[in-house]
């Protein structure tokens, strides 16, 4: 096995132990709010304290992933959120529930995933080949699709039988895991990260800012990706809410809904990784936010619980094609000096 494929085998299964147990807390968490309070405006709150955070951090945590080594940038966010989850859990285990806590833990949680993301999205091109990039993104994108569909049900049978608690141990587990396995690559320092005479922070954020806004193909990207994920991807966080509303509060029905669309994403991610070649990353950006608009529309209308589901895998298959061309787009665009400021 060349050593690049190693070190990608390696990376993405820390990455997908990880993330199995991040997906457990977001499904349990979702649906432990949803199921006790049924409140909007509860679940309104979770969507601001679970992605406000991300938003706001990822654009300085782009700057640091330049300007530090991002495998120690990944092992110290991915700590911070296995502490806060563990201490979350131990608080609980006492009697202590209150919502604020709850969300104070979801904030800490999002600020660690905003300063992860950019570092791991950056980092794959350090290790993969330029030429194998959209079949690596294809492939984690499959995993993370994969990971979609074990996750609720995993959830489902922690949460049901055991209690939300639980399922926080056993993300602290596989963040040890995880964190374990990235710290045995070796993954260099980029020379302007090491260089004395590095611009300043500020600098540096002053010049990803600028690099996006007249750089059009990039600010075109993230552009699109912002009004997406500020139209559909946010809003679909209600989704468990109107379920419990319309349909009913079982867990097995949150847990199919969870399922129908991580299936779905997982055959969209195949079909990317098959046949991404075939098609233009602009076209697939284009027609796929086209489609989450309507279905978005569509789904404000119905009232069949199995159409529900049916919308929802539909969607999950189209979500690969959005996400992995764009972050490809943005992979291959990027020079690696400013990948992380860029994304």
């Known amino acids: 096995m060349p050593g690049w494929q190693k070190r990608v085998t390696i990376f993405m299964t820390g990455q997908t132990i990880s993330m199995f147990g991040s997906f457990l807390v977001q499904y349990a968490i979702m649906w432990h709010l949803t199921l006790t309070t049924k409140s909007g405006v509860v679940l309104a709150l979770a969507a601001v304290f679970g992605f406000l955070p991300q938003a706001i951090v990822s654009i300085f945590a782009g700057v640091w992933a330049d300007r530090v080594n991002r495998r120690a940038m990944i092992i110290v966010s ?3 959120i296995a502490l806060s989850t563990l201490g979350l859990a131990l608080l609980m285990l006492s009697g202590v529930d209150d919502l604020w806590l709850i969300f104070l833990v979801m904030a800490v949680r999002s600020i660690g995933a905003g300063v992860q993301m950019p570092a791991v999205s950056a980092l794959l091109p350090q290790i993969v080949p330029t030429d194998k990039l959209m079949r690596i993104n294809g492939i984690n994108s499959s995993i993370q699709s994969a990971l979609g569909l074990l996750a609720p049900i995993a959830a489902a049978a922690v949460y049901s039988t055991m209690s939300i608690v639980s399922v926080f141990f056993i993300d602290v587990v ?6 374990s396995l990235l710290a045995t690559i070796a993954v260099p320092t980029l020379d302007r990260a ?6 300043s922070y500020f600098a540096d954020l002053k010049d990803g800012i600028s690099y996006i806004f007249t750089h059009d193909l990039v600010r075109w990207v993230m552009g699109i990706f912002g009004i997406v ?10 989704a468990p809410l109107m379920i419990a509303r319309n349909f ?14 991580s299936i779905g994403m997982a055959l969209g991610g195949a079909l990317v990784a098959i046949f991404a ?3 233009s990353r602009i076209s697939l950006i284009i ?11 569509s789904l404000g209308f119905t009232t069949n619980l199995i159409l529900f589901y049916i919308l929802f895998f539909i969607i999950g298959i189209a979500v690969p094609s959005f996400f992995t ?17 860029s994304r």
Do not use: C, H, Y
């Open 174 to 179: 596989t963040a040890v895991i995880g964190i």
């Open 78 to 80: 991915d700590s911070v």
């Open 287 to 297: 027609g796929t936010s086209i489609f989450f608009g309507f279905t978005a529309v």
């Open 248 to 261: 009913g509060t079982e867990v097995w029905k949150l847990t199919v809904f969870e399922v129908s669309f």
């Open 325 to 341: 061309s764009a972050m490809t787009l943005l992979q291959e665009t990027v020079e690696p000096e400013r990948g992380a400021r």
């Open 229 to 238: 994920f500020l139209l559909t991807v946010a809003p679909s966080n209600l």
């Open 194 to 199: 090491a260089n004395a005479d590095k611009p």
């Open 277 to 279: 070649k075939k098609f």
